[in-house]
């Protein structure tokens, strides 16, 4: 079988240099929650405070050099840095209409962090294009609100009618960009 997997010594050494990046975060949070029921109606309320520090290190390719010369082409690293904190809060209701049927809403924060691969700052310098491309450590998360609504009516012996509406509104949308 060694004749069909053949030593490509350039490759192996861009893939080396290449796939060679790293990135963490490190997310400290503090939690703050009331729960006030007022006959019916039971009320859930709280926040949570994160603060997120990222470090990421990726690959440079410099592209002056030609992949046949894999120790200049993809001999370099830079590291970023970045921080960020963000509170998420939560409002829960929960209204008993009668004894087998609930009403529920609420109103929520939360955030969809950055992939790993996004967060290293892998690097391209390419001066025949006049052009450097490097990933944004710095990426801020996706934002999101959730509203949600619903209505159970729970039946006799097993088994529940249930339905609801909701709505999720995104922002700072992640997105790749070119600037020239």
Known sequence: LPIFFLYNRNSSIQNLFVNDGKAGEDVAAWYLQGNLKLGRLSVLAGARLEQTSVSATGPITDTRYPTTQPELRFSGKVSAKSSYSDVFPGLHLR???????????????????????????????????????????????????????????????????????FLKEISDYIDRKSTR
């Open 95 to 165: 209204y008993e209409v009668a004894r087998d049927t609930l009403v529920r809403a609420s109103v929520t924060e939360g955030i969809g962090r950055p992939s790993f691969s996004d967060l290293m700052p892998i690097t391209t310098s390419d001066p025949a294009r006049n052009s450097i491309t490097q990933n944004n450590a710095g990426l801020k998360p996706q934002h999101s609100k959730g509203y949600d609504v619903s209505i159970e009516h729970y039946l006799k012996p097993v088994g529940v009618f249930s339905v609801g509406l």
